[in-house]
């Protein structure tokens, strides 16, 4: 009886790890941690000690009467220039998420000004080792 117990759980055990795989490689970054995605943070100390995945997420959580989530290119990143995004991520409840698909350097930015209070963030994503 213990023992088929034991079976049961061993049986469960891999049946959850074989279902969890696919999710446990894969991270949703919470932009800026508790601060979220806002001015006066330096999300360059913020990323610098962690590692993106193809395949990760970043999660943008701000206030959207203010800011957006624009991706520009590294010359728009550097300067602030809002003028052409690559792409709008911007969805208008302040809670935007940006899958990380391809293993390249992305760069957002907030538009009106708010770069320039730090609102851009450089990440650079490899493929999982
Ligand atoms: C953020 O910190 C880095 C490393 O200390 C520094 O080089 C950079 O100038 C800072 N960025 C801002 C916007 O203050
Ligand atoms: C970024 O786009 C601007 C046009 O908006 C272009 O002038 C610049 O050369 C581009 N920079 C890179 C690194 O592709
Ligand atoms: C980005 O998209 C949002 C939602 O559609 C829109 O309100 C905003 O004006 C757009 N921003 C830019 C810079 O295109």
């Known amino acids: 009886m213990e023992r088929k117990g034991a079976m049961v759980v061993v049986v469960l055990l891999c049946l959850a790890v074989v279902i ?4 446990a490689s894969a991270t949703r970054y919470l932009v800026g941690g508790k601060m979220g995605w806002t001015s006066n943070v330096n999300y360059t100390i913020w990323a610098q000690d962690k ?3 193809n395949g990760d997420w970043l999660f943008f959580v701000y206030d959207r009467n203010q800011n957006d989530v624009l991706e520009v290119n590294q010359t728009n990143y ?52």
Do not use: Q
Request: aromatic share 14%; charged share 15%; net charge negative.
């Open 20 to 23: 969890e795989l696919p999710e």
């Open 78 to 129: 550097v300067s602030c220039n809002a003028e052409h995004p690559l792409h709008n991520w911007t969805t208008g409840a302040g809670r935007d998420i940006v899958p990380l698909n391809e293993p390249r350097h992305y760069y957002f930015i907030s538009s009106n000004g708010f770069c320039y209070s730090g609102m851009k963030i450089a990440v650079k994503v490899e493929n999982m080792p």
């Open 51 to 53: 590692h993106f995945y």
